[in-house]
């Protein structure tokens, strides 16, 4: 596909299945949710409309902080993480899927509203091969229920008038740019809350923005009526394995004061979420897999012909890479080489962190195109 | 031993021929595909300037997984080369990675050459000398390199 889609937005994501709050010595916390249990069993791999892949994983207790909002997004994971790496790194396998709603991370901004001056209104591209529909919500509690299946995603803002959701089609790269009565005014909200880099501080309160993407089963009936999330009885059999929500979370970068004559707030994706039959995902990135999917920046450029450095496996040289070292999200290892570092080598080969497992992306060639 | 291993030779092998450094000459051993014959010139700017220096490179048999063992056949008067050639670089032992070739192994210890560290010494007289006169030790550098290097 020769659609532009930003390179930052390929994503890996690892389970945040919800778990009956009955672990009250966990030290760490997702949303206002105490306790999420991080599952263990990784199965979900998870692509793009146009490249990325995105994976579940067990733990993730990254030093790596390369990528906007990644480091931030890690961290409550340590906790449920920080145990012993293991002298043989497991082998995981897992399958890929596609991501069909996503808010490219780096399109995010929050622009000042020309006739409004109070107000800033937020413009952001996204991507989705469904119609569906678009939620924003301002200094947001995420509410969302702790059952074990996770229907949908819940978010409560702090005036309590519910946001309108706006209804969209499939298509690549759209822009979404919010109604002038809709924006953002910051003198609403106090300073201190609107302004917090740590996640897991920031996720007590409440998160200034989060962006909703909801894909609609049958949408084209549906939307008009706007109606409420399809209950877990209606969604059809094909619903399955398939991405019903995109929950993307947004913070500011740098306190308001000083910005009263800005054009514009600057911001970043904190974190993003998917949910997949009833479990959510966090979207972590995989380093190194545009250079496996082709650079959708150019469009019918394709993926690079095999046989080109950065594709290849980093050991043999000879074969692609399909295999992502854990927890650093490398992607750097054939199959076959990578079950030779699993006894040979504690250490990822491109960063030297330790290995806790290897991830193998079984068709991430095929959704290479 | 893996096939996909001694593939991963021939084709830096072949990548070394193609598109080679500049100031470094490597040529692999007609009965031997794990033995370099590897030539490097001296850094500019350093004392190794104008010298040619020979060097042998060996692959062991898990390599990549292991790092390749370098020695300079050719004298040079350095804090991290002792006497007998061998090399005291960190990417040749606990911080090789699988991720370094044989182009980037040459790539630092051409840059060691020009950088010499003389707190983790091999060569002790050198790196005394380096520590305590620089210039000296650097003119004696510069004349082992006349002398030897050519």
């Given at each position: 596909m020769g659609n532009t889609t930003s390179h930052s937005d390929l994503s890996v994501a690892s389970t945040v299945r919800e778990a009956p709050a009955n672990e009250p010595g966990e030290p760490l916390s997702l949303g206002t949710r105490p306790a999420p249990a991080v599952e263990t069993s990784a199965s979900g791999l998870y692509t793009n409309p146009t490249d990325g892949a995105f994976v579940q994983s067990s733990s993730w207790p990254s030093n790596n902080d390369s990528g906007a909002g990644i480091g931030s997004s890690v961290s409550w994971l340590q906790g449920g993480s920080g145990r012993a790496a293991q002298p043989v790194p497991t082998m995981v396998h897992a399958y890929t899927i596609r991501n069909e709603l996503n808010v490219r991370k780096k399109s995010v901004r929050l622009i000042r509203d020309p006739d409004n001056p109070q107000q800033f209104l937020l413009e952001f591209v996204f991507d989705s091969t469904c119609s569906g529909l678009c939620t924003v919500y301002f200094m947001a509690k995420d509410a969302t229920s702790r059952t074990t299946?996770?229907?949908?995603?819940?978010?409560?803002?702090?005036?309590?008038?519910?946001?309108?959701?706006?209804?969209?089609?499939?298509?690549?790269?759209?822009?979404?740019?919010?109604?002038?009565?809709?924006?953002?005014?910051?003198?609403?909200?106090?300073?201190?809350?609107?302004?917090?880099?740590?996640?897991?501080?920031?996720?007590?309160?409440?998160?200034?923005?989060?962006?909703?993407?909801?894909?609609l089963p049958n949408a084209d009936d549906e939307w008009a009526e706007q109606k409420p999330p399809p209950r877990q009885t209606e969604a059809s059999a094909t619903d399955s394995g398939r991405v019903r929500f995109q929950a993307t979370y947004v913070t500011l970068t740098m306190p308001l004061k000083g910005l009263e004559l800005a054009e514009e707030i600057p911001v970043k994706v904190a974190q993003q979420k998917i949910l997949v039959d009833g479990t959510i995902y966090e979207l972590q990135e995989i380093y190194g897999i545009e250079e496996r999917t082709g650079s959708p920046d150019e469009p019918g450029s394709g993926p690079p012909a095999v046989g080109e450095t950065d594709e290849l496996c980093i050991i043999c040289m000879t074969d692609p890479r399909d295999t992502t070292v854990l927890p650093c999200r490398h992607l750097c290892l054939c199959v076959d080489c990578a079950q030779l570092l699993r006894v040979r080598s504690d250490r990822c080969p491109i960063c030297r962190s330790p290995v806790d497992s290897l991830l193998h992306i079984r068709n991430l060639r095929s959704n290479a195109r | 031993m893996s096939g996909h291993l001694s593939k991963r030779i021939m084709k830096e092998t072949e990548r070394l021929a193609k598109d080679p450094v500049p100031g470094i000459s490597v040529t692999a051993h007609d009965e031997n595909a794990r033995y370099f014959n590897v030539i490097l010139a001296g850094p500019e700017g350093s004392p190794y300037e104008g010298g040619v220096f020979r060097l042998e490179l060996f692959l062991p048999a898990d390599y990549p997984m292991q790092a390749p063992r370098a020695r300079f056949l050719t004298k040079i008067y350095h804090p991290n080369i002792d006497r007998l050639g061998r090399v005291c670089l960190d990417i040749l032992k606990d911080r090789w990675s699988p991720a370094l070739q044989i182009r980037t192994v040459l790539l630092s210890i051409q840059a060691l050459m020009s950088e010499p560290n003389p707190e983790d010494a091999l060569n002790n007289e050198a790196a005394e000398l380096w520590k305590k006169d620089a210039a000296r030790a650097k003119e004696i550098a510069h004349q082992w390199t006349l002398e030897y290097a050519r």
């Open positions: 299946r996770v229907e949908q995603f819940h978010f409560q803002p702090l005036d309590e008038t519910r946001p309108v959701p706006t209804p969209f089609e499939a298509g690549m790269g759209q822009l979404y740019r919010q109604n002038t009565h809709r924006g953002f005014v910051p003198q609403k909200y106090r300073q201190s809350v609107l302004f917090e880099q740590n996640l897991t501080e920031l996720s007590k309160h409440r998160y200034p923005i989060v962006i909703l993407l909801q894909r | -």
